[in-house]
């Protein structure tokens, strides 16, 4: 059974920074594209950012360019979310995803596995 643990959320100051980290275990973690989508109260869930399996081709949504990097460590089975110059717009819960057949994908319908999420809060 694949699953996926989120770490590093919390409530940072805006233009602070936060790295989350998504853990996979039970499955060949080599073999997924990972992506990264968060969820803010009353609205739907949004994709963030994604790396195909090679962790090479990297895709982010515009809100966050230049801010946000995803990245991985195949060692560990880990997939991390840099997140820097946060915004208040940015606080969300934020869910790491994994696809099976390892390409970059923006739809959440993409994507087979989830975790349960992680919190980030920014204040103003």
């Known amino acids: 059974q694949v699953q996926l643990v989120e770490s590093g959320g919390g409530l940072v100051q805006a233009g602070g920074s936060l790295r989350l980290s998504c853990v996979v275990s039970g499955g060949t973690f080599s073999t997924y594209s990972m992506g990264w989508f968060r969820q803010a109260p009353g609205k739907e869930r949004e994709f963030v950012a994604a790396?195909?399996?090679?962790?090479?081709?990297?895709y982010y949504t515009d809100s966050v360019k230049g801010r946000f990097t995803i990245f991985r460590d195949g060692a560990k089975n880990t997939v991390f979310l840099q997140m820097n110059s946060l915004k208040p717009e940015d606080t969300a819960l934020y869910y790491c995803?994994?696809?099976?057949?390892?390409?970059?994908?923006?739809?959440?319908?993409?994507?087979?596995?989830w975790g349960q999420g992680t919190q980030v809060t920014v204040s103003t």
């Open positions: 790396d195909s399996r090679s962790g090479v081709s990297t």
């Open positions: 995803a994994a696809g099976r057949d390892g390409r970059v994908y923006t739809s959440r319908w993409d994507y087979d596995y």
